[in-house]
C-alpha cells in the first residue's frame, strides 16, 4: 500500500522511482498499439517542449486575467488558432468568433449547453435535442443543468444523425440542437448543413461537437479527403467544441469552446459580487485553474505548426486505411462504419467469433482496443481510435489481428450461465446490491490491483446483457467499490 502522507518526507528520487513502479502497470500510452484515451503524434522532443513549458506555468493561476497577462495571451492566441482551423475567423463568414479555454471536451459541453439554457431564460422547462450517437457529456450536462435531452434514432445503416428526426423532436422549449463532427463510437460525421439549417429555421442555437475530430477533420480535407461541411462556413452552426488534447496533441486539461459571437457567448459566463471578497468573474467552471495545460497546448501548437498537422494528419490517414484493410481481410469482421475519419469500427458476423474475446486476445498480444457493447440495434463493435503514432505499427497489425482471430475462434464465444444473463436481464436498477456487486468483481478478478489489460469478456457479456440503466447502476457501484481511501 502506498502511503501520499509519511511522517517523515520521502527523498525526491525515491519518490519518483516509485511513481515509475506505479506507472509500469498502466497501458501504455506512447508506441501506436493503445486506440483509446491517448493521442500520440510520435514527434521527437515535443514531450520535453510540452513538459518544460507546463512547469513554467503550472503556479499561474487563470482565476484572474489580469494578474497573469500570459495566461490570458496564450489563451487567446489558442482561440484564435481553433477559430481558423474551424472555418472562423477575420477573413472568412464567421468573422466574430469568440471563445474560451476549458479542462476538456465535458466542459465545453456543459458550457454550451448552459449558454444556450440561459439566453433563453422565459423558457421553464428548456430542452435539447440530439442525436443518440452524441457524447455522453450532453446528458451529464442535462443531468447536472436540468435541460431535458431528447435523444432521436440515427440512420440505421450509415449511423447519421437522422435531420427529419431532429425536425420532429424540436418544441417551443428547445434551446438547443447537437450533431457531432465526428461522433466518437463510430467515426462518422453528421449531415451538420442540413441539421444547422433547421436548427436556424426555429431560431434555435445548433451546437457541432468537434470534440474529437475538429483538429483532423479540416487538415484531412485538405489532404482531399471527402467530407460533409461541418465548421463555422455553415449557416446557423453557433458553437464548436475542439479538445486540444485530443487530435492536437496536447497534454490532458485543454479544450476551446467557440461561439460565433460574443453575444452568444454572455450566457456562458458566472460573475459574482454578492459576497465581501473578491469579485469574481469566471468565463468557465472552474476557478483557480492551473496555467500548465494552457502553456503545454500553446507549445504544442506553436512547435507543430499548421504544416506538421497536416503532416500528423496524413500519417493518421494512412494509418486508418490500412487498419481498415487489415480488418476486412478478416473472414467474419466487418467495418461498421466506413473508416473515412480518424476511427476504425468493426463488427463481427461470425456467431462463432466473440468480440469481447478477439479483445482480449489482441490486448494479450500488446493491442489495446475499444470494446463497444451492443446498444439499441447495433450491434457489439470493437473501436480504434487511430493517431499518427499508429503508422508505423500498422504492417505488425494485420497478423496480430488475424492470429487473435483464430486465438478467439479457438476459445469460443463466452458461455456464462444461463441464471447470470438472465439476471442481467431482467434485474431493476434498485435491486442491484453492492454485495452483488463486489461479488460479481471477486469473481472476475476486478479488484484493481492487477495491472490494466485484464480480461474483460465475461464483464463484458454480462454488461451487453443488461439494460442500459442496469449498465450504469453496476459501473456506479463497481467504482464505488474500487475508489477507497488506501488507508496503511
Ligand atoms: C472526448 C469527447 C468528448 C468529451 O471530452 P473529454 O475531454 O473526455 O471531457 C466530447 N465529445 C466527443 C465527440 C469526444 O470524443
Redesign the pocket.
Known sequence: MIEALPSRGVPAEQVLTELKALRDKDLPTHGGRLFAYVYDPAVAGLDDLAMSAYALSAHVNGLDPTAFPSLLATENALVAAAARVLGAGPRTSAPEVVGSVTS????S?ILAVKAARDARPGIEHPRMVLPVTA?P?FFKAAHYLQVQADGVPVDGQTFQADPEAIARAITPDTVLVVC?AP??AHGVVDPVTEIAAIALRHNIRCHV?A??GGWALPFLKRLGVDLPAFDFSVPGVTSM?V?L??YAYCPKGV?VLLHRDAELRKPQFFAFADWPGYTMINPVISSTRSGGPIAAAFATLRHIGDEGYLKLAGQTRDAVQGLAKAVSDVDGLRLLAPAETTVVCFTSDDPRLDLFVLADELSSRGWHTQPQLPYAAMPASIHLTVTAAVAPQVPAFGPALAEAVEAARAHGPVRLPDELLAMAAALTPDQLTPDLVAGLAETFGLTGEAGAGGRMAEVNTILAAAPPRLRERMLIEFVSLLQRPAFS
Open positions: 476538456g471536451g465535458t466542459e459541453l457524447h457529456a457531432s461522433s466518437y461537437d470534440c474529437f467544441s479538445d488534447h485530443k479544450s
